[in-house]
Each structure stands twice: as C-alpha cells, then as structure tokens.
C-alpha cells in the first residue's frame, strides 16, 4: 500500500479562483513529481522535485506552481484557474534513480 | 534520451482471452521497467518491474520479461477477466541527461467483455 495521498479526490471551481492542490506522502522520499493527464490518457510530467527547496518545471509548459519546504510535502498551486485547467492531475514519488514510482488516487479538478 | 512505445488501443477482448500489450524501448545505460495499472477514476499502481535484462516480472497473473537484444518489454497474461479493464502503462527509468525521470508510453486501454 503506498502512503501517498492527494486532496481533493474532486474539485468543481469558478474561473479566476485561486487553488492548492495537496500532495503528501510518509515514506521519507526526496523526488517528487506532478503529472497533468489529458482525456486521451497520456501523462504530462509539469513540475518535479529532487528534494526541500528544490523545483524544476517538468516537458509540459503549465502555467501552476509548486513549492518544496518540507520533504513530505509537494502541492500545487493555480494563481487563476481557467476552464484549460481542466484535467486529472497526479502525484508521485520515488526513493532512487533505478526504482518504481508511488503514485497519489489523483485530484481531477473541473474549471467552469 | 529514453523513449518508451506502447502498442495503440483500445484492446478488447473477451474473458479468458490471451492478452499480449507490445512496448519496446530506447534507452541508454540499463534502465528499470515497469508495467503500471489504472483502473477508471484512480491513480497509476504499479503492476511489475524488473530491474536487469532477462528478468521477468510478474504479478496477479501477467508477466513481462526484459529483453535488451530485442528492446521490448511486452506485457502477457494468459486469461484475461472483466477485472482487468484498465489502462496499462509500460514506463523506464530515464538517463542521466534526463533528470533521472520515469519516462511513460502513451497508455493502452484493455476492455475486457464477458
């Protein structure tokens, strides 16, 4: 069972609000990553972490950001969401280079 | 860098088919393999891994083994059931010059009907 967890499961919000989407996980692992997931299926990587106070943007250009203060802790953030925001976004971490990754039940956000 | 095919769906099949999902690879190095599950509305689980050529992996009835001289790590089970619709991704370890990411295949969705 991994210890990742994601909230909200479901979000429906206005356009222009601002959001946070939580990611959190207790297996102590320093890389973290989120994932945009498009209706079609495919994973876009748009932001990972290789631990505290470290952020890199991901291949997929997004306009969230996401910060890293605790090796624990690794949420996302919409200054202003917009109806394109729309989508599944997931959570994930890895202990080392060659291993699997854990990831989160996902947060599937809806912008009207 | 790494890059990671899979074969296009979706596949559907009947219960008690044979089921074989293709994906080959291209990577530098020796990277891991996985085959990852997701089930509708959830996130992505891990089904099997394998670390080093020639190393099967296997879980809840599939089997994939790591082959370097033909660059594939193909996903087979031998009876598939309605519990198995899914989306299944087939995903390596990415290089050095890639940040050490895990590098995912499009994702094959299976439906399996009775």
């Known amino acids: 069972e991994a210890d990742i967890y994601q909230t909200p499961r479901y979000l429906v919000i206005g356009t222009g609000k601002k959001i946070t989407l939580e990611c959190s996980q207790t297996m102590g692992h320093d890389k973290m990553y989120w994932y945009q997931q498009d209706p079609g299926m495919e994973l876009h990587l748009i932001h990972y972490s290789y631990g505290v106070n470290s952020t890199e943007k991901g291949d997929l250009s997004s306009e969230s950001t996401v910060s890293r203060i605790r090796t624990e802790h690794f949420p996302l953030t919409l200054e202003s969401a917009r109806p394109s925001h729309t989508s599944q976004y997931l959570c994930?971490?890895?202990?080392?280079?060659?291993?699997?990754?854990?990831f989160g039940q996902g947060t599937r956000l809806t912008v009207v | 860098g790494n890059s990671v095919t899979q074969m296009e769906g979706p596949v559907t099949l009947s219960e008690e088919a044979f089921l074989t999902i293709n994906c080959t690879y291209t990577a530098t190095g020796y990277p891991s393999l996985f085959w990852y599950v997701q089930y509708p509305g959830e996130g992505l689980q891990l089904l099997l891994k394998?670390?080093?050529?020639?190393d099967k992996g296997s879980n809840k009835g599939f089997e994939a083994t790591y082959r370097k001289e033909t660059t594939s790590f193909h996903l087979e089970k031998g009876s598939v059931q309605v519990s198995d619709s899914a989306v299944y991704f087939c995903?390596?370890?990415?290089?050095?010059?890639?940040?050490?990411?895990?590098?995912f295949g499009q994702g094959t969705e299976l439906s399996v009907k009775p």
């Open positions: 995903a390596l370890t990415g290089n050095y010059n890639q940040g050490g990411k895990l590098i």
């Open positions: 394998a670390t080093k050529a020639d």
């Open positions: 994930a971490s890895r202990g080392g280079a060659l291993t699997e990754a854990f």
